[in-house]
């Protein structure tokens, strides 16, 4: 069995060779991978989404797909379309470029919701359905999405079913002085991307991803993810709070965090570190709190802050 700590070390460590001084938001990524969930990065421009993206293919033996949306891309453009061969006198499937293993889905909220929607089989029941034909997808299979919140014309905000599918989101935010200057010097000749190479292969992520799956939680930090996410149902600043998938999601993602730690239990502190990232995008801030210009990050912070994290021993077999 794949040692899940040492898996996590090397993804980062490859993922740092080309996004400088962001590690917790690459920890967050390897999480998603190891969930099998996908990940919704969002920016503004230059701040290196895209390649974050991009290094994490470079660092899997894994297909790679990219797809750039568009205002006037198609839902055939994204899962693919039945051409009818008059040799064969049948018809045949061209795989679109959401049939890959990790696919960078790049500016997806300019993509019109009919678009958008295509994506939702996918990500949900990892296969795609064409003309009556259900076609399956690659294991692994993980999007990554990228989105500028700052411009808004010629864009579709995603809506709330599609945010539901993103296990994690997060934001890389510009980087201090002292790491602009050494991304500088880093691509003064060449871009570190270019000699990226794999550092696992497809056997030890589904190795991973299984492994993840056997680390123990407890009751009491089972009934903790539960009422995090409760609390955001009964919230007065939340006009839709985090559905059951929203506490299965931060189950899994504590499940990989503390993998990566080395433990083979869930703590609080897992749950409390992954809560933000995990529901604020799960949630409608209610327009009294949007009026005071309070956010959902911050809904979720104050919840975390006012529930009362269990104590005790959360290993196997203990209470």
């Given at each position: 069995m794949v040692d899940v700590k040492s898996f996590g070390q090397r993804v980062?460590?490859?993922?740092?060779?080309?996004?400088?001084?962001?590690?917790?938001?690459?920890?967050?990524?390897v999480i998603g991978l190891l969930?099998?969930?996908?990940?919704?990065?969002?920016?503004?421009?230059?701040?290196?989404?895209?390649?974050?993206?991009?290094?994490?293919?470079?660092?899997?033996?894994?297909?790679?797909?990219?797809?750039?949306f568009t205002p006037d891309m198609?839902?055939?453009?994204?899962?693919?379309?039945?051409?009818?061969?008059?040799?064969?006198?049948?018809?045949?499937?061209?795989p679109g470029p959401i049939v890959g293993q990790v696919i960078l889905a790049d500016e997806i909220n300019r993509a019109?919701?009919?678009?958008?929607?295509?994506?939702?089989?996918?990500m949900e029941?990892?296969?795609?359905?064409?003309d009556g034909v259900t076609?399956?997808?690659p294991i692994p299979f993980m999007v990554l999405a990228t989105q500028n919140p700052i411009e808004y014309e010629g864009t579709f905000p995603l809506p709330e079913a599609q945010l539901d599918r993103f296990l994690l989101r997060l934001r890389l935010g510009y980087p201090n002085i002292a790491e602009e200057m050494q991304i500088m010097d880093d691509q003064r000749?060449?871009?570190?991307?270019?000699?990226?190479?794999?550092?696992?292969k497809v056997k030890?992520?589904?190795?991973?991803?299984?492994a993840v799956k056997q680390v123990h939680i407890s009751p009491a930090v089972k009934r903790y993810i539960v009422e995090l996410s409760a609390r955001t149902r009964n919230s007065s600043d939340v006009y839709l709070g985090a559905s059951p998938r929203g506490s299965l999601a931060l189950a899994r993602a504590g499940q990989a965090r503390a993998a990566i730690l080395g433990r083979d239990h869930v703590l609080p502190d897992d749950i409390q570190a992954l809560a933000v990232a995990v529901l604020a995008h799960r949630i409608i801030v209610s327009p009294a709190a949007r009026l005071r210009d309070v956010g959902s990050d911050r809904i979720v912070q104050e919840i975390v802050l006012s529930t009362p994290a269990p104590g005790g021993s959360f290993e196997v077999g203990k209470k």
């Open positions: 980062t460590e490859s993922l740092e060779k080309v996004i400088v001084g962001k590690r917790q938001s690459i920890e967050l990524v969930c099998q969930g996908h990940v919704l990065i969002e920016d503004v421009p230059g701040v290196g989404k895209t390649m974050l993206a991009r290094s994490l293919a470079r660092s899997m033996d894994c297909e790679f797909n990219r797809i750039q198609l839902p055939s453009d994204v899962t693919g379309v039945s051409i009818y061969n008059q040799q064969s006198k049948q018809f045949e499937f061209r019109t919701p009919k678009t958008q929607a295509a994506l939702l089989e996918a029941e990892r296969q795609v359905t064409v076609h399956l997808l000749l060449k871009h570190p991307l270019e000699s990226l190479k794999p550092v696992v030890e992520i589904l190795q991973a991803v299984s």
